[in-house]
C-alpha cells in the first residue's frame, strides 16, 4: 500500500506571491492533518480536516488555508508569502478522526523556501 | 493541551537498550501519549500510543507511571539506524492534533 504522497517535494517561491501544496493519503485514510516544521519553532500543527470539514485550527494567521476533496486528497494553500514561511510542510493520515486507536502517518513533506 | 519536557540529547551504545524520559505533569484523563521519531528531516514514524498501560511492539515498549505524569520509551537494543530525534506527544482523544514538543536527539553510536 502507498504511503502518504506529498507533491512537490520542493519549491522556490519569492516573497509576496501564493502557493499550494498538495497531499494523497493511505488509501482508506479519511483524516488528513497539516504541519509546518522550522528550525525555531519545530513542528507546529496547521489543520485537520475530515469528509472535506475542517475539524481544528492551529494558531496560524490566515494566509493559511486548507481544503479536503471527496477523495480525501487535501491541498493547502499559503498566500502573500513571507520569508519566515520558509519551512517543511508535513502532511499526516489516518483512517478516521479523532478515534483513540488512530494511527498518523506522515509524508516525507515539502520543503518551501521563500526568498 | 497538556505539554512535554524530554531531555535535548542522548546517547547511547549499539545494542544496549536505550530509555527516553518524557514528563507530561499536566497531561488530562482523555490525552494518549504518543512517540514519533523523525529520522533526519524525514516525515515522523510512529513508533508506540498509550493512554495509562503499558505497552510493547515490535519496535518499542512505553512504560507509562501509575499516575500518567510521564513515560519512558525503551528501545531493547539500539541499532545505528535509531538514531532519530524522538519526540513525545499527547494527543486530546477526539481530535488527531498531535502537540509536539522539542524531542530527544539519540545518537547510537558503535
Known amino acids: 500500500k502507498a504511503g502518504v504522497t506529498q507533491t512537490p517535494r520542493y519549491l522556490i517561491k519569492t516573497r509576496g506571491q501564493q502557493v499550494t501544496l498538495s497531499c494523497s493519503p493511505i488509501?482508506?485514510?479519511?483524516?488528513v492533518s497539516w504541519y509546518q516544521q522550522t528550525p525555531g519553532q519545530g513542528l507546529q500543527f496547521l489543520f485537520e480536516?475530515?469528509?472535506?470539514?475542517?475539524?481544528n485550527k492551529g494558531n496560524f494567521p490566515g494566509r493559511f488555508s486548507g481544503r479536503q476533496f471527496s477523495n480525501s486528497r487535501s491541498e493547502m494553500n499559503v498566500s502573500t508569502l513571507e520569508l519566515g514561511d520558509s519551512a517543511l510542510y508535513l502532511c499526516?493520515?489516518?483512517?478516521?478522526?479523532?478515534?483513540?486507536?488512530?494511527?498518523?502517518?506522515f509524508g516525507a513533506g515539502t520543503r518551501l523556501s521563500v526568498l | 493541551d497538556a505539554k512535554t519536557t524530554q531531555p535535548p540529547s542522548m546517547d547511547c551504545a549499539e545494542g544496549r537498550a536505550a530509555n527516553l524520559p518524557c514528563n507530561h505533569s499536566t497531561i488530562s484523563g482523555n490525552e494518549y501519549v504518543y512517540w514519533y521519531r523523525q529520522i533526519h528531516s524525514q516525515g515522523p514514524q510512529y513508533i508506540i500510543h498509550?493512554?495509562?498501560n503499558n505497552e510493547t511492539n515490535e519496535m518499542a515498549s512505553l512504560i507509562i507511571t501509575e499516575d500518567r505524569k510521564s513515560s519512558t520509551l525503551i528501545l531493547p537494543h539500539a541499532t545505528l539506524r535509531d538514531t532519530a530525534v524522538y519526540y513525545c506527544?499527547?494527543?486530546?482523544?477526539?481530535?488527531?492534533?498531535?502537540?509536539f514538543g522539542t524531542g530527544t536527539r539519540l545518537q547510537v553510536f558503535p
Open positions: 499526516a493520515s489516518s483512517l478516521e478522526a479523532g478515534l483513540a486507536k488512530n494511527i498518523q502517518y
Open positions: 506527544i499527547v494527543r486530546v482523544v477526539g481530535t488527531d492534533k498531535l502537540i
Open positions: 498509550g493512554l495509562k
Open positions: 488509501s482508506g485514510h479519511r483524516s
Open positions: 480536516y475530515f469528509s472535506e470539514t475542517q475539524r
